[in-house]
């Protein structure tokens, strides 16, 4: 059976996710106050409709319990943001993500239990710093509080050299998981691999470890 979607609030963040959902041929109802937006999304969501998300009848009139899936999409209106949450919780809706404005935000759409709370512009704005340290970072991922996974291609102080050699475990207290060649990836890199030029290397650590492996190595 086809999942369902249903994205609440059309702009920029919540319009980008129905697009891809729909290219992806999942079932996604799109819903926004706003009619000129529900109109931009007629021809690309499954259905798109004129809603009040703050309006308990309407989304059960939308038949909104049916749905697998629901992402908030609502940015500047908070209390918007949060009474919706509320009320998506309330109907026990078995997914809902939100996109929140703040840390504070964050914070209080996890204790209403969102299931999922994403700041796209603050983790946006780190990938982006992060490649703009080194032109050799490709990403970075934020796994907790406190540590992430970085895709850096092999700079010039590693190629030529083996993991032995680089003792990234030993001098950094990172662990190379995964070693990327083109479209293979090697997933159990083994100690005397030499790095190539191209190769990626797919590393995980404590931000502070690997702030130093990308410092020096990188
Ligand atoms: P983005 O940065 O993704 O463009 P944003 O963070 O600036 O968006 P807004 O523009 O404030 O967020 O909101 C996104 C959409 O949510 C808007 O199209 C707006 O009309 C819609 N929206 C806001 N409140 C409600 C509501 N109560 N019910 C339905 N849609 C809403
Ligand atoms: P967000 O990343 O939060 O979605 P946004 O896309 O909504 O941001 P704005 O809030 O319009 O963008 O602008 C971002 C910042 O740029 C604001 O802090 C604003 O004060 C600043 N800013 C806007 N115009 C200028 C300017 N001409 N000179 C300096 N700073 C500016
Ligand atoms: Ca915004």
């Known amino acids: 059976m086809k999942?369902?979607?249903?994205?609440?609030?059309?702009?920029?963040?919540?319009?980008?996710?129905?697009?891809e959902l729909s290219m992806e041929g999942m079932e996604v109802m799109a819903i926004d106050h706003d009619e000129d937006k529900v109109n931009e999304y007629k021809n690309i969501a499954s259905h798109a409709v004129?809603?009040?998300?703050?309006?308990?009848?309407?989304?059960k009139e939308l038949g909104i319990k049916n749905i697998d899936?629901?992402?908030?999409?609502?940015?500047?209106?908070?209390?918007?943001s949060i009474l919706t949450t509320v009320i998506l919780t309330d109907l026990g809706i078995k997914k809902i993500t939100v996109k929140a404005q703040n840390d504070?935000?964050?914070?209080?759409?996890?204790k209403i239990g969102a299931d999922q709370v994403v700041h796209p512009e603050r983790d946006m704005g780190k990938r982006i710093a992060h490649s703009i340290i080194s032109n050799n970072i490709l990403d970075y991922l934020e796994l907790s509080d406190d540590?992430?996974?970085?895709?850096?291609?092999?700079?010039?102080?590693?190629?030529?050299?083996?993991?032995?050699?680089?003792?990234i475990r030993a001098n950094y207290g990172c662990n190379?998981?995964?070693?990327?060649?083109?479209?293979e990836i090697?997933?159990?890199p083994s100690a005397d691999d030499v790095l190539k030029e191209?190769?990626?290397?797919?590393?995980?650590?404590?931000?502070?470890?690997?702030?130093r492996f990308e410092k020096h190595l990188v």
């Open 147 to 167: 540590h992430s996974i970085v895709e850096v291609k092999a700079g010039r102080k590693m190629r030529g050299n083996t993991l032995v050699d680089l003792d």
């Open 176 to 183: 190379v998981v995964a070693i990327k060649h083109g479209k």
């Open 3 to 19: 999942r369902e979607f249903a994205v609440i609030g059309l702009g920029r963040f919540g319009g980008s996710i129905c697009r």
């Open 69 to 80: 899936h629901v992402i908030v999409a609502i940015g500047d209106n908070i209390q918007a």
């Open 198 to 211: 191209d190769d990626v290397l797919i590393v995980i650590g404590s931000d502070k470890d690997i702030s």
């Open 50 to 59: 004129i809603a009040d998300s703050t309006d308990e009848a309407s989304l």
């Open 186 to 188: 090697n997933v159990s």
């Open 104 to 110: 504070r935000h964050e914070k209080i759409l996890n």
